[in-house]
């Protein structure tokens, strides 16, 4: 017999919905908690087109791989708004006519500029700590990303403009603007409980205003002046990208850098600064990254194996990625009708998934509160594999786990453009910190994930330094 939306079990009424509404800082914690009450399809008490939460890696990958084009972003209005330009809130074609040029100029960034630009400014991070101190390894990740991310943007001599010149407190309002839930309401019902935020809605449409108005200005003072080849940067790639493919507006260039820099500074400080946390907890774990990091000075673009030799530091990452995942919802309506898991779903329905919750299930991860990278260092890859080259949404785990199981980048059309860098920020930040560092947690310091649209600590994350 065919089963249908009214057949998925789920809390449902207006009990359900003000509950959820009260709960919308701990929303992922809400939704795992739904997912362990009702199984792997869950309806999702919140107004507007149906609601589902998808929680097994078979419909996961259906949703964003198989079928990806049976489905469309959901509730992106507000991004649209902001970077109306920017290919994460374009779709269809128009997504991947501008992904590819993206796509290229992070291949090029990746191998021409990544591995010394990252060693620099994960070298600057550390030459001023001092023994003893304690400091916030969320600003910390915060500052080293971000140095990072805006020299990627721009010619090489002018490589520090741009982070010297945006307001850093304004790109982390974009990443706070609001969340998941208040995301998922209709249009109608949005406006109405939006009220009381009206005041910081304008705030935030000013700061992605006053943004675009830096980013232009740091464009034009760049474009003014001649640059030697070669060209290594997404400002310079992306421009002779859109020559090639035709003439794309301006605002394209404009809306693209900025995506960069949102999507990829923020995205990274949280996992980092909760992967160094977690190391912190383990004294033996730390043992095992200096270890690995003892021949860090040899990392440059002509040698990157260090990179690609370093087990347990990535063993670590893909850990804090599995327990952190920065990007820890997405939300996903059908553009036809479609059937998932033997039943039916009407054209419009919304489809919830939650790398937060799939990560957390036990079926795929035993333990799966427990930080445990050791989980990882049976699952390598095998020898040589480059880091970043991992197919879209695969995960090098064990076979019985399915490959959506782990899936911190997404997966399919859509999959992150930044995950290389990620890679490589990621490796040489916890190689440069815990060669010459240990780490000792501030006991009475006790960080819990905030769920925005992002994921991040919900307070700073303090550790002593102790140097080796
Ligand atoms: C830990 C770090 C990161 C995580 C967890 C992460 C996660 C994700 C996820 C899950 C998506 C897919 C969103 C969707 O399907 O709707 C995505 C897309 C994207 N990411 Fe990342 N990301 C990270 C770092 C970066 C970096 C460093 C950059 C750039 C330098 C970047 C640039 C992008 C862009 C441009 C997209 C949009 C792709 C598209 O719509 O085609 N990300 N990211």
């Not at 600057?124 to 971000?146: K, M, N």
């Not at 909760?274 to 673009?301: K, P």
Request: net charge neutral.
């Amino acid at each position: 017999m065919s089963r249908c939306l009214k057949d998925v079990p789920g809390s449902t009424g207006w009990g359900a919905r003000l509950s959820l509404y009260r709960r919308r800082f701990q929303f992922g914690e809400v939704l795992r908690e739904l997912s362990q009450q009702h199984g792997d399809l869950v309806r999702i008490p919140v107004p507007g087109p149906p609601k589902v939460l998808l929680t097994h890696p078979d419909d996961i990958q259906e949703v964003l791989a198989t079928r990806a084009q049976h489905y469309q972003l959901f509730a992106q209005d507000l991004i649209r708004q902001m970077l109306p330009w920017g290919v994460i809130a374009m779709e269809g074609q128009i997504h991947d006519e501008n992904r590819s040029p993206m796509l290229l100029s992070m291949r090029k960034i990746l191998s021409r500029r990544i591995p010394d630009l990252s060693q620099q400014k994960c070298q600057e991070a550390v030459s001023t700590w001092r023994d003893g101190e304690v400091i916030d390894l969320y600003r910390v990740a915060r500052e080293v990303t971000l140095s990072i991310s805006a020299s990627l943007l721009i010619p090489r001599p002018a490589q520090d403009l741009l982070a010297s010149r945006i307001d850093h407190d304004g790109l982390l309002k974009l990443t706070e603007m609001s969340n998941a839930y208040l995301l998922s309401l209709p249009p109608s019902l949005r406006r109405l409980l939006l009220l009381p935020h009206i005041p910081h809605l304008f705030d935030l449409l000013r700061t992605s205003r006053h943004l675009r108005a830096q980013v232009r200005g740091v464009i034009a003072e760049i474009r003014s002046r001649e640059w030697p080849p070669p060209a290594e940067d997404a400002l310079s790639l992306l421009t002779e990208g859109t020559e090639v493919g035709g003439r794309l507006p301006e605002e394209y260039l404009l809306d693209n850098l900025l995506t960069l820099l949102v999507a990829g500074f923020e995205t990274s400080a949280n996992v980092l600064s909760w992967a160094m946390w977690e190391a912190a907890g383990r004294a033996e774990v730390q043992e095992h990254i200096a270890a690995e990091a003892a021949h860090l000075s040899d990392v440059s673009t002509e040698n990157t194996e260090w990179v690609n030799q370093a087990p347990w530091t990535d063993a670590v990452v893909r850990e804090a990625l599995r327990l952190y995942p920065s990007v820890w919802f997405l939300a996903r309506q059908s553009i036809f009708e479609c059937r998932l898991h033997d039943h039916f779903f009407d054209k419009g329905t919304v489809f919830y998934v939650s790398p937060w919750v799939t990560h957390r299930d036990s079926r795929w991860f035993p333990e799966p509160d427990r930080f445990l990278p050791e989980r990882w260092m049976q699952a390598r890859p095998s020898p040589g594999t480059p880091a970043g080259t991992n197919s879209p949404g695969a995960d090098d785990g064990p076979a019985h786990r399915p490959p959506f199981a782990y899936f911190p980048f997404g997966g399919g059309k859509r999959f992150c453009l930044g995950k290389a860098i990620f890679d490589y920020e990621a490796s040489l930040l916890l190689g440069t910190v815990f060669r010459d560092w240990r780490l000792e947690r501030v006991e009475e310091c006790q960080p819990r994930p905030k769920f925005l649209v992002t994921m991040r600590p919900d307070r700073p994350v303090l550790v002593r330094l102790r140097r080796r």
